[in-house]
Structure formats: C-alpha cells, structure tokens
T-cell receptor, first 111, second 114 residues
C-alpha cells in the first residue's frame, strides 16, 4: 500500500483549461510538499503546506492542505504548455526527516 | 549559486556489470541523498548522509549497492553487479541540513541495464 496516492496518474488537457490533481493518504502529516519534475531534470520544490485547511497560491497554481492534514490538492488555472511535467507530492517523516514521494501525476498541456 | 551536479547523465550497461554514479552537492550543504526513480514512480530514498556519516540506508539493497561520501562533500553510488530491475533514474539531492527539509535535486543519471 502506497503511503501517498496521487490521482489521476495521467492527465492531458488543452492550453487554457483548468485542472486539479490530488494527493491522498490515510495518515496525518505535519506538512506536505509539492514538486514538479520536467523531463531529464530532478524534482523542483513548488510549495510546502503545514496547516490544516491552508491555501497557498503560486501564480496560476493553488495548493490546498486538507483540514485533517491527510490530503492535498493542486489546482492549475488556465494551464499552459510550460506547466507540462510530473507533479509529485511528498511528506517527510522519521528522525532523519526522510522524504516519501507519491507516484505522481503526469500532466501534458497541449498547445 | 551552482546546483547539484551529477555524472554521467546516461549510462547503458549489461546485467552483471558494475556502474558508478557521482554527485557534487551544493556548496555548504551538509546533507546528501541518493534516490532511485523507476519509470512511472516517484523517487525512492536509497541512502542519506549527514556530512560523511550515514543517517539512513534502510532501503539500500546492500548486497549490490554501496555509497560513500568520504570527505563530506562529493558522493559516489555504486551498483555491483547490476540487474535488469536496476534500470532507473538515480537522483542526488542535497539540503543545508536535515531539519531545514528543502532538498535540491540534481538532473539525475539515467541507467539502462540490458
């Protein structure tokens, strides 16, 4: 069983459309991170959410942490081809604060 | 500021051969991580160093994988002998310290085992 379940696994949309991807778990987390990974590159941190119900905005990206701190969503408004990539959620745990990643949502935005 | 450097970027070997990957973290970063990312999955932590000491290697297949960070800066990850299932991208990341949490990733080495 995966600690973090991400959905959908794949998403292909047209430029200008809106979309939401999800990261769910049965566990409670003190914080959750979202990364974007482009082909041939490593993941890049987009945001960290720490408070239940928290909403953070990064230009056209809106991140929300669930009230119970078990799940999170990422909403993209008016998607652009430059948003194409693998979106990963991750949580840190343990004394060494190891990161555990979900399996990701592969987003393709078509021009 | 220079990012995390990794080499080689690509490597193709046959099963049972050996391979080594190199990582140079961001200057001043005490914590270094090696991850394995199999196609269609998120990265999985293999080993974490704090300076030149191992913090966590619980998910490292120690019968064939080894890693070192002798002087607390650069690190190498070795696979000997390689298996088909080792085909993956090997990512190196570093952070200022393990409490800060923000990890910066290198571009990875794509390994194909034939």
């Amino acid at each position: 069983t995966q600690l973090l379940e991400q959905s959908p696994q794949f998403l292909s949309i047209q430029e200008g459309e809106n979309l939401t991807v999800y990261c769910n778990s049965s566990s409670v987390f003190s914080s959750l991170q979202w990364y974007r990974q482009e082909p041939g590159e490593g993941p890049v941190l987009l945001v960290t959410v720490v408070t239940g119900g928290e909403v953070k905005k990064l230009k056209r990206l809106t991140f929300q942490f669930g009230d119970a701190r078990k799940d999170s969503s990422l909403h993209i408004t008016a998607a652009q081809p430059g948003d194409t990539g693998l979106y990963l959620c991750a949580v840190s745990s343990g004394s060494a604060r190891q990161l555990t990643f979900g399996s990701g949502t592969q987003l393709t935005v078509l021009p | 500021e220079a990012g995390v450097a990794q080499s080689p970027r690509y490597k193709i070997i046959e099963k049972r051969q050996s391979v080594a990957f190199w990582c140079n973290p961001i200057s001043g970063h005490a914590t270094l991580y090696w991850y394995q990312q199999i196609l269609g999955q998120g990265p999985k932590l293999l080993i974490q160093f704090q300076n030149n000491g191992v913090v966590d290697d619980s998910q490292l297949p120690k019968d064939r994988f080894s890693a070192e960070r002798l002087k607390g800066v650069d690190s190498t990850l070795k696979i000997q002998p390689a298996k088909l299932e080792d085909s993956a991208v090997y990512l190196c990341a570093s952070s200022l310290d393990r409490v800060t949490d923000t990890q910066y990733f290198g571009p990875g080495t794509r390994l194909t085992v034939l």
